[in-house]
């Protein structure tokens, strides 16, 4: 498989050009009325890896790409870690397999992907929708995971705004396939964002960016229909990683009720719960965020 690289200095846009791709395969089961077939896939897996140092994962969320961690990445780079942000299968600058987008597909491709990059072991941070691929993968692959961050984790519900939930029908993702058009990016930022005057016109347009593409739309109805934490949620007990989950207070799609199985269940987790803070809680408090994961990470004396 082939391995291009691409401009790695960071002046933070979203976009191709942003860092490097790499081709990855990876084999599905499914079932069949014949019964179990598996096939294989490929995908192009577009990803920053910048910095020297232990590895440090960051798995976004459903309908974000590595943009997202904007406020994060050059924080742990100068602190000494080798960063891994990616764009999930189908989402940013990734291309689209044709699979169905649940969690245990996001896990075997982050899987393959990490042996890719020769990565055997790393420190894992997942938001969202993310967080559920990285359980999963502690669970699956132990051996590759060593502590987990959990931001806001947890999945589509009915808190999900609307223009969301939407997709989930047929005529919502009809319309998806033909456009969407940026003000509803920026209606779902300002619904899930606790400090509003952090959704500004810059960052409005760098979420927005992959949507113009009509594959990353097709990826998010598809995310969204075909959505289920019910595996995730089962191992949660026996997830043995040191682990530290945040949430903001002001959550309106994940409130107390959907993080309190993961802040609760995993033996030993630890919860910070953050006042006047949204869903994104590592984009409205990096600074917090960051000083917490490193501390978190086993780094004393860090700036407040």
Known sequence: ???RKIRRKINFINSK???SFVDVRFDIVGEHKHGKQSHTFEASIHYLDKGKGVPLVLVHGIGQSLYTWFKNIDYFVGKGYRVIALDLAGFGYSSH???YYTVEESVIILKVFLEKLNIEKAHFVGFSTGA???VSLAHEHPQMVDKIVLISPGGPNENYPFVMRFLTTRIGHAMMRLRFAE???????REIHFDKP???KHTIDQYYEPFKRKRVRDTLAMTMA??????????????????LVFSGENDPIHPGGMIAPYANNIPGARHLRLRNCGHVVHEEKPKRVNNEILMFFGHKGVEQ
Request: proline letters at 2%.
């Open 1 to 3: 498989m082939r391995e």
């Open 198 to 200: 952090l959704v500004t």
């Open 97 to 99: 397999p044709n699979i």
């Open 183 to 189: 003000n509803a990016i920026e209606s779902v930022m």
């Open 17 to 19: 050009q942003m860092g």
């Open 226 to 243: 075909h959505f289920d934490d019910e595996k995730a949620l089962s191992v949660l007990r026996a997830t043995t990683n040191d682990t």
């Open 132 to 134: 559920l691929s990285v």
